[in-house]
T-cell receptor, first 113, second 113 residues
Framework: GENVEQHPSTLSVQEGDSAVIKCTYS??????FPWYKQELGKGPQLIID?????GEKKDQRIAVTLNKTAKHFSLHITETQPEDSAVYFC????????????FGKGTSLLVTP | KAGVTQTPRYLIKTRGQQVTLSCSPI?????VSWYQQTPGQGLQFLFE???????NKGNFPGRFSGRQFSNSRSEMNVSTLELGDSALYLC????????????FGPGTRLLVL
């Protein structure tokens, strides 16, 4: 099946530093790319998403970039805070449907004070 | 608005039994998707329902089934449970099928003994 590769699997940064998580996808028909944050004991929470007709999107300290030609997209978190510590998942839509998502394996981010 | 609700939150079953999980989407949302989350396989798409019709299905055996009611509430059923079915089952809802944001519930934690 189609895959989404996510790197790194773990990431440790100091408070105030930036964190970058990268994903690649294989389905050229994918057109919707959300990022989710999951805290222990909770369901994934959408933090930002991007569609294939946009190259970059920013929301306060969080930004996502998309390179459709290379089939990769990245999450950038600036000025990290301890409460950013969680598992982050990237996802790509199955084809151009948008209603089913193919997820990466997740990145465990630890922000140390 | 209330978020996606899932019941029960925790469940313990034995091999060979069957189980039914319930999901109530956000009010006004008509699409409901189900995902299985395990440490080894990550988040995997099970199936998606829109207006009481299954529109897409992931790569899971026929023991996994679901349905959606006219009020958009959804249930999923797993028959003849196996140890490997132990997982967090997540439900997500969106306003319509085709590229809209999916909002996840807290999940149902199923343990099969």
């Amino acid at each position: 099946g189609e895959n989404v590769e996510q790197h790194p699997s773990t990431l440790s940064v100091q408070e105030g530093d930036s964190a970058v998580i990268k994903c690649t996808y294989s389905d050229s028909a994918s057109n919707y790319f959300p990022w989710y944050k999951q805290e222990l004991g909770k369901g994934p929470q959408l933090i930002i998403d991007i569609r294939s007709n946009v190259g970059e999107k920013k929301d306060q300290r969080i930004a996502v970039t998309l390179n459709k030609t290379a089939k990769h997209f990245s999450l950038h978190i600036t000025e990290t805070q301890p409460e950013d510590s969680a598992v982050y998942f990237c996802a790509a839509s199955f084809g151009n449907s948008g209603y089913a998502l193919n997820f990466g394996k997740g990145t465990s981010l630890l922000v140390t004070p | 608005k209330a978020g996606v609700t899932q019941t029960p939150r925790y469940l313990i079953k034995t091999r060979g039994q069957q189980v039914t999980l319930s999901c109530s989407p956000i009010s006004g949302h008509r699409s409901v998707s189900w995902y299985q989350q395990t440490p080894g396989q990550g988040l995997q798409f099970l199936f998606e329902y829109f207006s009481e019709t299954q529109r897409n299905k992931g790569n899971f055996p026929g023991r996994f089934s679901g349905r959606q009611f006219s009020n958009s509430r959804s249930e999923m059923n797993v028959s003849t449970l196996e140890l490997g079915d132990s997982a967090l089952y997540l439900c997500a809802s969106s306003t319509w099928m085709g590229g809209e944001t999916q909002y996840f519930g807290p999940g149902t934690r199923l343990l099969v003994l």
